[in-house]
């Protein structure tokens, strides 16, 4: 199983970006949570979004609450990150990442350490 992650870049504040994730390999896309993290240096992974298997559920971190936006495409097997007023303190290496789920409704997790698999970051600087 892949997690491609893409779409990062240097854009001014008050600026919008949108990453994707593809997921390749042998995998059922649909019966996997998909998240989103970023993490600074010197710090742990911190975490930014999450979009349930079906994509009828969303959750946020209150600091991207209302300026960022999780989906998710099934046809590409691919999970979105749309950020919109992006400030500096958004600057981070951004990862996309899957989570098995057995059954549905299952709840979201918020640790880094509850996720199977990972993309290689992809990195947002925001210039103020």
């Known amino acids: 199983v892949q997690l491609q992650a893409s779409g990062g870049g240097l854009v001014p504040a008050g600026e919008s970006l949108r990453l994707s994730c593809r997921v390749s390999g042998r995998i059922f896309f649909e019966s996997h949570h998909m998240a989103w993290f970023r993490q600074t240096e010197g710090k742990e992974p911190e975490f930014v979004a999450v979009i349930s298997g079906s994509g009828r559920s969303t959750d946020y971190s209150d600091s991207v609450k209302g300026r960022f936006t999780v989906s998710r495409e099934s046809g590409k097997n691919t999970a979105y990150l749309q950020m919109n007023s992006l400030a500096p303190e958004d600057t981070a290496v951004y990862y996309c990442?899957?989570?098995?789920?057995?059954?549905?409704?299952?709840?979201?997790?918020?640790?880094?350490?509850?996720?199977?698999?990972w993309g290689q970051g992809t990195q947002v600087t925001v210039s103020s």
């Open positions: 990442a899957a989570q098995r789920v057995t059954a549905i409704g299952s709840s979201f997790s918020y640790r880094s350490q509850e996720y199977d698999y």
